[in-house]
């Protein structure tokens, strides 16, 4: 098993721009989450998905969308980049919600300029 | 507002040494408590999961507790290495109904081994 991979690991885009990180698992996980992770913050929750075709906002979704087509794809959006989008962001995976383990992919580093 | 606080933030201790790590939460009432290890550069990646009836999990040489009524749990490393050094991170899971996520972070520990 390859586990959650994402890509790109590191990207850098112009104010304004569009792009979309992938995220993929091969666990056969209904629930899939997205985070950021910025220095001095705990992780925070942008979208989750419980399985496929269902979607729902976390913590911090503005300016990200999301859509679950199928059970091994979760890829994530950025509709206009901002500078405060600079982060690195964490694809997640577990079997279900309550009280399973989730696996984390490697993450993408973003730098929006 | 739920809280996970962490402490110390960074700590270096010499390898073979033991050590304690600490995470206060105000996540009530709560499912369970994780911690993870997150090396730099890397995902994090799961130790323990305790549900609030648990007051004890090991995972090789990391013991987590859980003490519910104070609200507090540590993170004990045994016998630290140099692959230890990492940042060390608390999560706690409040009690939530289907499609609800509402994980808590915290902020996280950054552990150094040094030989």
């Known amino acids: 098993n390859a586990g959650v991979t994402q890509t790109p690991k590191f990207q850098v885009l112009k104010t304004g721009q569009s792009m979309t990180l992938q995220c993929a698992q091969d666990?056969?996980?209904?629930?899939m989450s997205w985070y950021r992770q910025d220095p001095g913050m705990g992780l925070r929750l942008i979208h989750y998905?419980?399985?496929?075709?269902?979607?729902d906002q976390g913590e911090v979704p503005n300016g990200y969308n999301v859509s679950r087509s199928t059970t091994e794809d979760f890829p994530l959006r950025l509709l206009s980049a901002a500078p405060s989008q600079t982060s690195v962001y964490f694809c997640?995976?577990?079997?279900?919600?309550?009280?399973?383990?989730?696996?984390f992919g490697p993450g993408t580093r973003l730098l929006v300029l | 507002k739920n809280q996970v606080e962490q402490s110390p933030q960074s700590l270096i201790i010499l390898e073979g040494k033991n050590c304690t790590l600490q995470?206060?939460?105000?996540?009530?009432?709560?499912?369970?408590l994780r911690w993870y290890k997150q090396d730099t550069g890397r995902g994090p990646v799961s130790l323990t999961i305790?549900?609030?009836?648990?007051n004890t999990k090991s995972n090789g040489r990391y013991t987590a507790t859980l003490d519910a009524d104070t609200k507090q749990s540590s993170l004990h490393i045994t016998a630290s290495q140099l692959s230890d050094s990492a940042s060390y991170i608390c999560?706690?899971?409040?009690?939530?109904?289907?499609?609800?996520?509402?994980?808590?972070f915290g902020t996280g520990t950054r552990l150094t081994i040094i030989p």
């Open positions: 998905s419980v399985g496929a075709g269902i979607t």
């Open positions: 305790m549900t609030f009836s648990e």
């Open positions: 999560v706690v899971s409040p009690i939530s109904n289907f499609g609800n996520e509402k994980l808590t």
């Open positions: 995470c206060n939460y105000t996540v009530s009432p709560f499912s369970n």
């Open positions: 997640a995976s577990s079997y279900s919600w309550a009280g399973e383990t989730q696996y």
């Open positions: 666990m056969n996980h209904e629930y």
